[in-house]
């Protein structure tokens, strides 16, 4: 195994928003299929989340 790594943790940033809101929803559709309807997991959007995340 490899030696440590150094992890630098910062405040996230406008130009974070649209990544962050791509992991939110692909998270959702990986965590969630088979639990919630295919159909309520296609709706959610990176775009709608994107949104709202800058809120």
Known sequence: MGGRR???????????????AKVHVESWRTTYKG??????LKQLSVDERNKSGRK
Request: glycine share 0%; no cysteine.
């Open 6 to 20: 150094e992890l630098n943790i910062r405040k996230a940033r406008v130009e974070d928003a649209r990544p962050i």
């Open 35 to 40: 639990m919630m309807e295919d159909d309520v």
